[in-house]
């Protein structure tokens, strides 16, 4: 049956993208914020404050006017909201 072929090439296709994604995150630091990063993919946020670019999953989020922004790190989030007061 044509099927069981097609199924097997989405099964080795989704095993073969899950050991790529995996092996490059072995070296470098483990952790909820890496598992986090693979769910939501490499989708990029930019941080308002510096202008830097993040991973969407390692990105420190809050909310400012009902909108959702996205900081670098908690200093960054911090530093904004102080601005944005004054
Ligand atoms: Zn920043």
Redesign the pocket.
């Known amino acids: 049956m044509i099927f069981k072929l097609v199924i097997g090439v989405i099964v080795i296709y989704l095993l073969f993208s899950f050991f790529r994604k995996g092996f490059p995150q072995m070296g470098g630091k483990a952790g909820p914020a890496e598992i986090r990063t693979a769910v939501a993919g490499e989708e990029l946020v930019e941080?308002p404050?510096?202008h830097?670019y993040v991973p969407i999953g390692d990105a420190c989020r809050t909310q400012i006017d009902g909108k959702t922004v996205y900081?670098?790190?908690p200093k960054?989030l911090e530093q904004y909201k102080s601005e944005k007061k004054r």
């Open positions: 941080d404050f510096c830097t900081f670098c790190s960054c």
